[in-house]
């Protein structure tokens, strides 16, 4: 890294970062839910779900950023609203992606903690807006972005006055196409090595496949994340995103049992 | 391509998109300037000295978005104000990029054409605002996206009623580090067959090496590229952003002799 | 996979790889030694460093493909009877590269297992000849190799009758510059879910840091991996190539330790 | 580059290199002809074909190194005698691929030009083994090499005594899917700016679409490349490999046509 002086940087004393009842940096954090909300039967139905599971956060797109204008964009503020009360009936808190700077501000009432998408992870004007408010931020790493561009994102956040950035690698673009994305484990560690904020891991839209997202949460809790964020839908099937890579509920129970095994295994040795 | 109802494919009748005096789609477009309007004195010169040396079109960026929240950003309203001052003396139509959707509608009073970075390729907020003002737009290809999102990307602005839109390869990321980035001529030659849409080439940011600008800019027009976007700076060594990459105007004396006299033999071709 | 009759395919019932007291596919298998056997004294003392600290099998290279033709190219039969001399020591099993066909038969007369380098992934002569040989042979992918490619270069030893095949995942070629290479997890994973094959994970030449060394062998293990490759030098500051990835005896004691600590707890969970 | 010694380097005085009646070094050379040799009728009606069309040496393999062990492999020794009694009656002079150190010296017998294939560049035995007889050597890029490790690799070569290298880029490996690698034009123009040997293209691998190999093969003409690799076979649907990009005579008529044309012009630019 270039700059030594950046605020970014630096990991003797680890950030708290508080997103309603949920803490990112002590112990693990999971955030699950559906890739985009569709309807009020559907986010309620998952975010009880992941609730009765044990998640501690729920996840929700009301603004999706997708490859073609004629796809599925989302709900906007009806998405929203039902994800506020997905939230007040489960007593989780929530995170949504905003992807315009005049959005901010608004979509921020209704939410407790702001992602930037990994399309927007250079997109400065946003960076800069999110970090005149209030609400925490979930910085996905950009598909193409180095771990120093990744870093210099979150500082443009914290130069504005927000220091509680929460960095999220998501998978990078290589060649392999196994894999809908390469899940980038070590860039993780180096940023947590590197900077004081939090990292998590998001193994859903890395894979792309349901039979690597244990094995890759289950990693990445053994080298250090702060948490992982995986997408649930009640019914895979009929999702109008992402379908092909959510755990149904009944997988999200024996995952959840399965990583909280490892999370306490890890947290008793010496 | 998945959707062959998308407005942006089909390539029987070749769109032209005109830019004050610019042309794209017909003969060869030779955009040049400096990387970034840094002063008054330095933009007008620039100006001047591609002007006489026969480019068709004056760029220089405002908005700069840079890797660290403490580099230079640009000059913002001042710069624009430069930049049709540069245009009124010269008689150059100008291109300048626009990073955010709050300034679209402002930024398009001061220029002839806007111009989407590769890191905001996937803005789609950004591309739909393009998408709904009167001005062309210039749209780089991102540097971690396939042929298809860059067209899909074309297809937003398109969708919301702007048809006026100059696709611009500018090199993708890659594991080479000889150049900055790795040139996707091809992509030019393959958008060009799936598209009406004019499509241009960035050899400065694509190679980021001086002495590949030309050799690169000769294989563009060879394959059929609609036009060519270099960087000139009065005195590269002084630059604020780019200078190591970019042409001194009597370099750029040459190269557009050199590239004239390609493109009159390819004209003269049967 | 496209051709479901390959012999590699299937993982119904895993295949067991014995090397000398050294069995892959049943309890984790860690390989340590040094990059290359420079010197009687220093090979030895590297294994008896790392049987001491528990380790399974003992590396050390021969003959090194270096980028450059002045580059130290290793010390050939020489090398060979150094690292037989350090496993008649220690009791430790071997493993090293070989790169020529010529070199195939005598060189397994010196160690219990052939290494096949990522640069020879797809040098399909070398995989014939190793699979005519009764040695087991660790396959390691080549940087620019998919998972596909990687398990048809397994089918092409197995297709000549070796069916003691043990892969090797050791980071592929992005365009992340932090680290050496970036190590593709999934693919260890998503290969042991493809095959019955062993599968093994070289942190060190993934991630070329030693800071991350450590945390991504402990994602391995959680993951699933059945061995690790690491590279130890009893003096990495002198070492011939790669010191500065090596870890020097002290650091691999703890390292052990730390690995041996979660394989335990991970062989202890329901 | 680092080592400022290698006798690869320099580009003060090109070095011609001479295969059979071709010279590299000097005018465009045009190597065209099947993907492999597949019997005696297609390889003797393709080499009449590519010389009646005006190229200057006919390529075909008789050892292919394929992803499957259970792929076409070649014919080996018949298919050396099949590409000589091609070439005495067309009076082409012929390039193979050669794959293992063992066939060397007896392949170099049957032709005028030893070609090592990109999954071979950094097998090095092979490298010493071809710079120890007199054919001239024909070196691909591998799809994952840098630049550096490339001029390396032909380092490797003159090292052992042997100054005839020609390089060839034919694609380097991205995610970009809708070509089958992405050719880096200025790759070519990079060696041939840092090393005095000749460099030439290989469009056919390196764009994998019949639609780009022309477009591609002008681009390399005007920024300066030695010679052109294409595939031509006379009945591409019965191709065993690589038929889907394979030129058709009719076609290759029409492309060498063009690509003299452009030749010819840029033979008459000041």
Partial sequence: ????????????????????????????????????VESEKQTIEAAIAVKEAGADMLRGGAF??????????????????????????????????????????????????LQIGARNM??????????????????????????????????????????????????????????????????MVAARQLSHLPVIVDPTHATGRLSLIEPMSLAAIASGTDGLAVEVHPCPDEALCDGEQSMPPELFVRYMKNIRALQHAMESLP
Same sequence: chains 1, 2, 3, 4.
Avoid at 17 to 30: I, M, S
Avoid at 85 to 102: F, H, M, N, Q, Y
């Fill in 122 to 187: 250079q997109n400065f004007s946003l960076l800069l807006e999110v970090g005149r408010q209030e609400r925490p931020v979930l910085l996905k790493r950009g598909m193409y972005s180095t771990i120093e561009e990744w870093l210099n994102c979150a500082e443009y956040i914290l130069s504005e006055g927000n220091p509680n950035v929460v960095l999220c690698e998501r998978g990078i673009r290589t060649f392999e196409r196994y894999t809908r994305n390469t899940l980038d484990l070590s860039a």
């Fill in 64 to 113: 999706k950023p997708r490859t073609s204008p004629y796809a599925f964009q989302g709900l906007g503020l009806e998405g929203l609203k039902i994800l506020r009360k997905a939230s007040e009936i489960t007593g989780l808190p929530t995170v949504t992606e905003v992807i315009d700077t005049r959005d901010v501000s608004w979509v921020a009432e209704y939410v407790d903690m």
């Fill in 1 to 36: 890294m270039k700059n030594l002086k950046m605020a970014t940087l630096g990991n003797k004393k680890r950030t708290l970062v508080q997103a309603g009842t949920a803490v990112f940096g002590d112990r693990l954090v999971v955030i699950a839910g559906p890739c985009s």
